[in-house]
T-cell receptor
Framework: AQSVTQLDSQVPVFEEAPVELRCNYS??????LFWYVQYPNQGLQLLLK??????LVKGINGFEAEFNKSQTSFHLRKPSVHISDTAEYFC??????????FGKGTSLLVTP | DAGVIQSPRHEVTEMGQEVTLRCKPI?????LFWYRQTMMRGLELLIY????????DSGMPEDRFSAKMPNASFSTLKIQPSEPRDSAVYFC????????????FGPGTRLLVL
């Protein structure tokens, strides 16, 4: 079975500062990795995904993540955040791309 | 495309009542997923279908929950009888196989069981 740990439940950050949201996973098989964002009272939207190939993945809204197999991590980064990035961020893992196991989520709060 | 459509968006019911949640996936998508989101347990996969056939229902909490997909454009999640602990946001998502591996989520149904 696969599992995901999001190490921070809340991350407060000032506008235009860089941010990193941490995600670690455990799995005995190769996996696909995803980051989703959820804005208040909305469904989840895919930010980026790692299926294979380059370990640095670029997504929407200026976010990127790096797959590190040796550390079993898939941390999400953005060099400069905006107020509009305030949302809940979920890391997810899947052996197939179909059944997703989500982490508990990290609440990103961007303040002026 | 209209995206994944869920109805109702909000549902308030009393304990013991039957609740039916509905989902229309994106046209052409061959996978459909039902998730439940609560503060305590986070996002949980309940069941998913491929070409209208249930593939994995191991996440369905108990026999009070059932899901069907009678055709490629419609699925239901039914709770009978409902209990207060079923209060949650229920999401439907769909995906097309063939390399993209991206699930598209609906807006969710917020269920409150009194």
């Amino acid at each position: 079975a696969q599992s995901v740990t999001q190490l921070d439940s809340q991350v407060p950050v000032f506008e235009e500062a860089p941010v990193e949201l941490r995600c670690n996973y455990s799995s005995s098989v190769s996996v696909y990795l995803f980051w989703y964002v959820q804005y208040p009272n909305q469904g989840l939207q895919l930010l980026l995904k790692y299926l294979s190939g380059s370990t640095l993945v670029k997504g929407i809204n200026g976010f990127e993540a790096e797959f590190n197999k040796s550390q079993t991590s898939f941390h999400l980064r953005k060099p400069s955040v905006h107020i509009s990035d305030t949302a809940e961020y979920f890391c997810a893992v899947s052996p197939s791309g179909y059944a997703l196991n989500f982490g508990k989520g990290t609440s990103l709060l961007v303040t002026p | 495309d209209a995206g994944v459509i869920q109805s109702p968006r909000h549902e308030v019911t009393e304990m013991g009542q039957e609740v039916t949640l509905r989902c229309k996936p994106i046209s052409g998508h061959d996978y459909l997923f039902w998730y439940r989101q609560t503060m305590m347990r986070g996002l949980e996969l309940l069941i998913y279908f491929n070409n209208n056939v249930p593939i994995d229902d191991s996440g369905m909490p108990e026999d009070r929950f059932s899901a069907k997909m009678p055709n490629a454009s419609f699925s239901t999640l039914k709770i009978q009888p409902s209990e207060p602990r079923d209060s949650a946001v229920y999401f439907c998502a769909s995906l097309t196989s063939g390399g993209e591996e991206t699930q598209y989520f609906g807006p969710g149904t917020r269920l409150l069981v009194l």
